[in-house]
């Protein structure tokens, strides 16, 4: 989780996510629905085209240079689940006055999903029903703890 | 989102509450864990219980003064669903050498369980099938667009 925060964390990422995971592709588009400044924005964007979250692929207006969109890659798209989760949490904590802002609909059925646990067998599973349990490969402590003799 | 990110998103926020999940709850815990500030951690842990995401417990110890443990409320503990999210991310496309660091797994059933999106009939849904559609809540731009008039 922290590689994932080391990509994802910074200010504006997420923001810059969400949009575009609603559609938008050019920087003037995030400029203006962000409200963010152009330097800091560019290097996000470019961070993100680093880590594979998303690419760039030319476009050019008439009487306009070549510019360029920045598209999602499938790892970024992928990241719909996080900032779903994101946005659920906060709907329900930190709500506000009018509602949700976004909802997420399944494309085929038009229904609408949110994010939950599911085992192997597709039946969900309840968050207070979910042990976290370290494996080997989890960074050694001074005095070793089971996640699960505290939180079991 | 935005406000999800305002309570979340600073520094070190989301490794406290990793640690949170796993049963840490005393202060020199998430010190010697984290290898975090005591000032930094203190803050931290201030604005988690000021935004209803952890409670303070006073303990004594024989010999010392009261300290206080630092516990997950249901809102804190419903973070895992944000948390598993990101990890999964992080273990599929930024993977480490030894592999997932930790694993979830109900309670009841011991199986291993992933984050999705589920829809209302509990059937889950593939992130590739999910449009997030604005609400009538969602902040107005200066050129109005429906997301799905691009994503969809």
Chains 1, 2 share one sequence.
Do not use: C, N
């Not at 995971?21 to 588009?29: K, N």
């Not at 070549?66 to 990241?79: F, M, S, V, W």
């Amino acid at each position: 989780m922290t590689r994932s925060l080391g990509v994802l964390g910074e200010d504006w990422t997420f923001l810059i996510l969400r949009e575009a995971l609603t559609g938008t592709t050019r920087f003037a588009e995030f400029r203006s629905a962000l409200g963010i400044a152009a330097d800091v924005l560019s290097r996000r964007l470019s961070m993100l085209v680093k880590y594979g979250v998303m690419y760039q692929e030319p476009y050019r207006e008439p009487g306009s240079r070549t510019r360029y969109e920045y598209h999602l890659t499938d790892a970024g798209r992928e990241l719909e689940v996080v900032l779903g989760a994101l946005q659920q949490w906060g709907d329900k904590h930190l709500p506000w006055p009018d509602g949700p802002t976004v909802q997420r609909r399944a494309r085929r059925t038009d229904r609408q999903v949110h994010v939950a646990f599911v085992d192997d067998l597709g039946y969900e599973v309840p968050w207070a029903d979910v042990a976290t349990v370290r494996t080997d490969a989890y960074p050694e402590e001074e005095t070793p703890k089971q996640a699960d003799e505290v939180a079991g």
